[in-house]
């Protein structure tokens, strides 16, 4: 996060107002004890990618992708619960929508389509054929003659 704790900082030169960030503080699953019926240290984090303030390539590249965690209507919903204090779950939470962010922002180079060598082709259909003559030597033995 920025110094002034108002911006969730994805990179140098892209962060998203915490404004837009909504936590809501919910129990957490599982064994704890006595005190995991009383105190609500996970984070239930929601963030809508449409109303964002990110750029709009940004946004169609996380709506597009295939996370679980985004629903078809561009709401992105993380649930943080592996630490004891609430603090330190929503850090966690912030910390994961932050990856999350940083993955749609890297653009891979297009693929250049290229075509296997006549060599290549040569070889993979000479190692079909042994394979083929040594799965052929597996099958039962006939009859012979005599």
């Not at 679980?68 to 204090?85: E, F, L, M, Y």
């Not at 891979?108 to 083929?132: E, F, N, Y």
């Amino acid at each position: 996060m920025t110094d002034s704790e108002t911006e969730l900082e994805i990179s140098s030169r892209l962060s998203v107002p915490l404004y837009q960030i909504e936590l809501l503080a919910i129990r957490a699953q599982g064994a704890g004890g006595q005190n995991v019926n009383k105190v609500s240290s996970a984070i239930h984090l929601r963030f809508d990618i449409g109303a964002s303030s990110l750029p709009a390539y940004i946004k169609e590249r996380l709506a597009n992708t295939s996370d679980s965690r985004i629903s078809k209507d561009g709401i992105i919903v993380i649930k943080a619960q592996q630490h004891r204090t609430q603090e330190k779950n929503r850090q966690d939470a912030l910390e994961r929508l932050a990856e999350l962010i940083r993955k749609a922002t890297v653009v891979l180079p297009p693929r250049v389509a290229t075509r296997p060598t006549r060599s290549s082709q040569r070889k993979r259909v000479d190692q079909k054929t042994r394979r083929g003559q040594i799965k052929n030597l597996r099958g039962k033995v006939g009859k012979v003659d005599t």
